[in-house]
C-alpha cells in the first residue's frame, strides 16, 4: 500500500530565505507527482504536476524535482515571502491500472515572517 | 466562470442524524471525486465516480453513500453509521478518469458533529 510522508510537519523562516519541502513515498510505481497548496479552511490549489518521466517542473518561484527510484520529491521555493505562508501537500498517482486516485501526505504548515 | 462549487460551507449535525453535503461543477468533467481531511492530516479519498451512475469506494467509505445521477453533481450523504464525522470534506473533479487528468478542488465543507 502506497505512503506519503511529509517532513517536517511544520516550518517557520524568515522572509526571503528559501523554502525546501520533502515528500516520500513508498511505492516508486507512480504515474505522477502532484503539489498543492492549502490555505487556511480552504481547498486544494495546483502548483506542479511532474510527471514520472520527468526529474523536475518549474513555474515562477517554484521548481519541484522527482526521484522516482529513491522515492522523493522536493519543492523549492525561492526568496520565500509572508505570501507563501500556507500548508503545502504533495500526492501522488498510482499506476494506471488504479486509474486517477491520489494518495496524500500529511503536509508541512509553512511560516513565512515578516 | 467554470469552477467546482460546494454547499453549505459549514454544516452541524446532531449525533445519529444523515447529513448531505452538496458538490456541482460546470467544468464538463466525467470524475468526480469525495475526500475527507482531518486536523493535520492529508486528504483520504471516500469515493469517486469516473461517469454518470457509477461510482467506486475508496479507502474510508464506511458510512457514508453517494449517487451520480448527473455529471455535473456528486453529492455525499454522512450517515449515522460514521462514527466520527467531524472533518473537512472536499470535493474535486477531473475531465476523465484517466491517471494523467489533474484534479481541480472545490472550496471545502466543514461538518461538526455537535
Known amino acids: 500500500k502506497q505512503e506519503v510522508t511529509q517532513i517536517p510537519a511544520a516550518l517557520s523562516v524568515p522572509e526571503g530565505e528559501n523554502l525546501v519541502l520533502n515528500c516520500s513515498f513508498t511505492d516508486s510505481a507512480i504515474y505522477n507527482l502532484q503539489w498543492f497548496r492549502q490555505d487556511p479552511g480552504k481547498g486544494l490549489t495546483s502548483l506542479l504536476l511532474i510527471q514520472s518521466s520527468q526529474r523536475e517542473q518549474t513555474s515562477g518561484r517554484l521548481n519541484a524535482s522527482l526521484d522516482k527510484s529513491s522515492g522523493r520529491s522536493t519543492l523549492y521555493i525561492a526568496a520565500s515571502q509572508p505570501g507563501d505562508s500556507a500548508t503545502y501537500l504533495c500526492?501522488?498517482?498510482?499506476?494506471?491500472?488504479?486509474?486517477?486516485?491520489?494518495?496524500f501526505g500529511g503536509g508541512t504548515r509553512v511560516l513565512v515572517k515578516p | 466562470d467554470g469552477g467546482i462549487t460546494q454547499s453549505p460551507k459549514y454544516l452541524f449535525r446532531k449525533e445519529g442524524q444523515n447529513v448531505t453535503l452538496s458538490c456541482e461543477q460546470n467544468l464538463n468533467h466525467d470524475a468526480m471525486y469525495w475526500y475527507r481531511q482531518d486536523p493535520g492530516q492529508g486528504l483520504r479519498l471516500i469515493y469517486y465516480s469516473q461517469i454518470v451512475n457509477d461510482f467506486q469506494k475508496g479507502d474510508i467509505a464506511e458510512g457514508y453513500s453517494v449517487s451520480r445521477e448527473k455529471k455535473e453533481s456528486f453529492p455525499l450523504t454522512v450517515t449515522s453509521a460514521q462514527k466520527n464525522p467531524t472533518a473537512f470534506y472536499l470535493c474535486a473533479s477531473s475531465i476523465s478518469g484517466g491517471p494523467l487528468n489533474e484534479q481541480f478542488f472545490g472550496p471545502g465543507t466543514r461538518l461538526t458533529v455537535l
Open positions: 500526492a501522488v498517482r498510482a499506476s494506471e491500472a488504479a486509474g486517477n486516485k491520489l494518495t
